[in-house]
């Protein structure tokens, strides 16, 4: 049978979308780029705000009303769990509904399906690439789902429940097994990486995981850690990342506030002395280490003042990277029931100032780069357009940027996808570098 995956939401979604996929490749059936050429489209839904859920309704709607006779529209994923039934009911051109990881409920219903002859699409069908095969040079790995935080503007666990981690076994495979293809980076994703193992009786499980993948493939030079909770991040895993010789200096840790008070209300960890001990034994561990976080701006109640101690901290700690979400209530959430919001307005000058700040921090730290020697994984090629620069430039990476979501490299020379480049920095943007090959 001919597939098509359309994914929306975060890096953990893609990795559930390659999954599926690699359950599908194993039963012979192939992936179509195209969903009009495909006998199922398969839609792997996001939940997590209200604009994602948005997302997913209209993308699902696109495809029924564009939907050829014979053709299974099958939904998935997060919005499922709290939402399928309604969407099955309100959209009857759905032919079937899972929950988020249901890989055996979807291999069995395709199993089950009987041949049927689909409308031709009006257009040649494109070549049939198994997703599993398709080249690449950066690969999530999922190495558990679900949380056990009480963050009051979350609503994970109510979608995908208590914290549930995958064998480490399982994950050494799959790891060998993206090697094996010729990833060159494994990006280990999880709700809270940093808390992989505790269903499983593991005190700090992440730190031995670690171990094991690195040990299991020395031939993939990037192991990169995203989504720790600032309270899961020890002494020993910081120990284990500087020694090991392909985990790279980074990690991702979603703050969401500088405000005690509010991160109180939100129910984060909020003892702020802690948080900076946290990032002094990174540093002190790795002094290269790029630390990326996130804060949320127009959390109900949220004060000016509040939000000037936001803004302090992100200049005091000096953050490699920063994002920044406006609050957006979720009707399932606690935060949705908090009084005093924020008018709109405000939200948006908030996320304006915290960007301007967090971008000179950027200024300073990529000047610093300039002269010293970096890893460049190639991911693509450029016109030269970007940045007003003059001349074409390989695009890629270097250890300070996990993929989609921080700065890029720009490397002179003629590279390839999956090349890995040594380069010296000759050139600082606001955001990205620019660089040359040495020798």
Known sequence: MRYHIVTLGCAKNVADSERIARVLGEGEHVEVT?????????????????????????????????????????????LTALHGAELKAEIP??????????????????????????????????????????ARSSAYLKISDGCNAPCTFCIIPKMKGKLHSTPADELV????????????????????????????????GLPDLLERISAACPEVPWIRIMYAYPGHVTKQLAETMARLPNVVHYIDIPLQHGSESVLRRMKRPSNKRLVREMLDTLRAAMPDIAIRTTFIVGYPGETDAEFQELLGFVREMAFDHVG???????SESPAAL???????????????Q????????????????VGLEVDVLVESLSSGEREGLDQDFV?????????????LVLLRGDFGPGDFVRARVLQSLAYDLVAEPIG
Do not use: H
């Not at 009084?339 to 307005?345: C, G, I, K, T, Y």
């Not at 695009?395 to 700065?407: H, K, N, Q, S, T």
């Open 173 to 204: 495979e799959e790891a060998r097994r993206l090697a094996g293809q010729g990833v060159k980076e494994i990006v280990l994703v999880a709700q809270d990486s940093t808390d992989y193992g505790r269903d499983l009786g593991l005190r700090d």
């Open 93 to 134: 051109e759905i032919d079937a509904v899972f929950g988020a990881e249901d890989w055996t409920g979807i291999s069995s219903y395709v199993q089950q399906l009987e041949p049927v002859r689909m409308e031709e699409p009006p257009f040649d069908i494109p070549e049939v690439i198994p997703l599993v095969a398709a």
């Open 354 to 369: 915290l960007m301007e700040v967090a971008q000179q921090v950027s200024i300073i730290k990529n000047r610093a780069m």
């Open 34 to 78: 195209e969903p009009g050429a495909a006998q199922m489209v398969i839609v792997n839904t996001c939940g997590f705000i209200d604009a994602s859920k948005e997302e997913s309704v209209n993308t699902i709607l696109e495809l029924a009303q564009g939907k050829p006779r014979g053709q299974q529209l099958v939904v998935a994923g997060c």
């Open 338 to 352: 908090e009084p005093n919001p924020v008018p709109e307005r405000t939200k948006k000058r908030r996320q304006r």
């Open 324 to 330: 920044c979400f406006t609050f957006s209530p979720q």
């Open 395 to 407: 695009i890629g990476r270097c250890y300070r940027d996990a993929p989609e979501v921080d700065g």
